[in-house]
């Protein structure tokens, strides 16, 4: 989900990171270039994560450079009632979100990948709240889920050159621009989790050009997070 940065948006989100927790020590010394990564993201129909439906779901799985399009995934996901303009925005016509499937089915098959992947986002606090909500509501809980956030590490890199961020300097769209990656489609996904991955990339070899730093060399970042999702206990 392609955001600017909002500081009152910021301040609503920080109340769900309750569930942030120390990297697992198994986790800090993996090399970034050779963990696998899971890039998803969410359409929502609000920037509000109280408020908000997942209208879709977009994922893909990379490593080292590469993204694996033939293991990517999109659904539309069953949706009523207030939909606010994320139908016109999204591009999803109320019989499609009616016909969707429905989201536990959805986080059964994202599940599968909480152990072995990291999970990449740009707005990793945004998606991450909504998912969090709505594995509870399904009694869904998973452990140790280790994301890693696109725009923060963006923020981060923004605050050495400015004490106060240019408005939209942090959307996924200005992010690519900056590091010369071409336009990409925008309002869908799945589209949009293949450029959160590029995004990545390209993030990352600027950082890293030899491949040697760990997941704990850029937790200094706040890009790095372990979180529980989902329900506090089984």
């Avoid at 899971?38 to 990379?62: F, M, N, R, Y």
């Avoid at 399904?138 to 923020?155: G, Q, S």
């Avoid at 050159?161 to 990656?181: F, G, K, M, Y």
Wanted: proline share 5%; with cysteine.
């Amino acid at each position: 989900m392609s955001v600017q940065h909002n500081t009152s948006l910021w301040q609503r989100i920080r109340q769900w990171f309750s569930s942030k927790i120390p990297l697992p020590p198994s986790r800090k010394e993996q090399l970034l270039a050779d963990v696998p990564l899971l890039a998803v993201d969410l359409e929502l129909t609000s920037l509000d994560p109280h408020k908000a439906k997942i209208t879709s779901i977009g994922w893909v799985e990379g490593k080292a450079g590469s993204i694996e399009l033939s293991q990517c995934f999109y659904s539309v996901i069953r949706a009523s009632g207030d939909l606010a303009q994320s139908p016109v925005i999204h591009g999803l016509t109320a019989e499609e979100l009616a016909q969707g499937r429905h989201i536990n089915e959805v986080l059964a098959e994202l599940a599968e990948f909480a152990k072995t992947h990291i999970w990449v986002f740009h707005n990793a606090a945004l998606d991450t709240a909504v998912l969090s909500k709505v594995m509870a509501a399904n009694d869904i809980f998973l452990p140790n889920i280790v994301t890693l956030d696109t725009l923060k590490l963006a923020v981060h890199q923004l605050h050495k050159q400015h004490e106060v961020l240019p408005p939209n300097s942090a959307t996924l769209t200005v992010c690519r621009q900056r590091l010369n990656l071409p336009l990409a489609p925008a309002h869908n996904a799945l589209d949009d989790a293949v450029a959160t991955l590029q995004l990545w990339f390209a993030q990352y070899y600027a950082l890293d050009p030899k491949g040697q730093m760990s997941l704990q060399d850029l937790a200094h970042t706040q890009a790095i997070v372990c979180m529980n999702l989902g329900k506090t206990s089984q």
